[in-house]
T-cell receptor, first 114, second 111 residues
Framework: KAGVTQTPRYLIKTRGQQVTLSCSPI?????VSWYQQTPGQGLQFLFE???????NKGNFPGRFSGRQFSNSRSEMNVSTLELGDSALYLCASSLVAGELYEQYFGPGTRLTVT | TQLLEQSPQFLSIQEGENLTVYCNSS?????LQWYRQEPGEGPVLLVTVVTGGEVKKLKRLTFQFGDARKDSSLHITAAQPGDTGLYLC???????????FGGGTRVLVKP
């Protein structure tokens, strides 16, 4: 079974621009979560989508948004990029949004904002 | 303040030595998970512990969940360079199913 895929793997953007990242979950997984990872803050939860609906949201500004399509693929968008948005953005899929909630991560998208 | 505190933050040992990583919280978790992340890659799930006092073994890795389900430990026996990576513990928050992660322990095993 193919793992979680994320595109692109690397991105360089300028302050003020916007960016869209894509995630394809493991086949059959309906829950997709997004995380931001930085050296200073570690792994921080952005949001989770399940069956095209946002179920949970972390403490990030409204510039960070996402969506999920009917085939469970998900995109996240960051508008008006700031230098502090430079990070590794990880997508994770889960079979069910249940108690164990085991996450399977993609390789991430490394975003650099200059 | 992190809901899950990991210690130590960094560990450097020689091949063949043993090591233990700790994950502590003041909150009770219904389960805790351990992940390992290598540079340039996403975290990989190693194990999930669910029952207080539970011990799980994965080859040279031993995971323990505290009796009160507030803490967990990862012990590696006879570490190898392939064990090098960032070890993360994570647990579901009470409100909703989102996971909260510890700050991570960076392990370096030198040959």
């Amino acid at each position: 079974k193919a793992g979680v895929t994320q595109t692109p793997r690397y991105l360089i953007k300028t302050r003020g621009q916007q960016v869209t990242l894509s995630c394809s979950p493991i086949s059959g997984h309906r829950s997709v979560s997004w995380y931001q990872q930085t050296p200073g803050q570690g792994l921080q939860f952005l949001f989770e989508y399940f069956s095209e609906t946002q179920r949970n949201k972390g403490n990030f500004p409204g510039r960070f948004s996402g969506r999920q399509f009917s085939n469970s693929r998900s995109e996240m968008n960051v508008s008006t990029l700031e230098l502090g948005d430079s990070a590794l953005y990880l997508c994770a899929s889960s079979l069910v949004a249940g108690e164990l909630y085991e996450q399977y991560f993609g390789p991430g998208t490394r975003l650099t904002v200059t | 303040t992190q809901l899950l505190e990991q210690s130590p933050q960094f560990l450097s040992i020689q091949e063949g030595e043993n090591l233990t990583v700790y994950c502590n919280s003041s909150s009770v978790f219904s389960s805790l998970q351990w992940y390992r992340q290598e540079p340039g890659e996403g975290p990989v799930l190693l194990v999930t512990v669910v029952t207080g006092g539970e011990v799980k073994k994965l080859k040279r890795l031993t995971f323990q969940f505290g009796d009160a389900r507030k803490d967990s430990s990862l012990h590696i026996t006879a570490a190898q360079p392939g064990d090098t990576g960032l070890y993360l513990c994570a647990g579901p928050k009470a409100a909703g199913n989102k996971l909260t992660f510890g700050g991570g322990t960076r392990v370096l095993v030198k040959p």
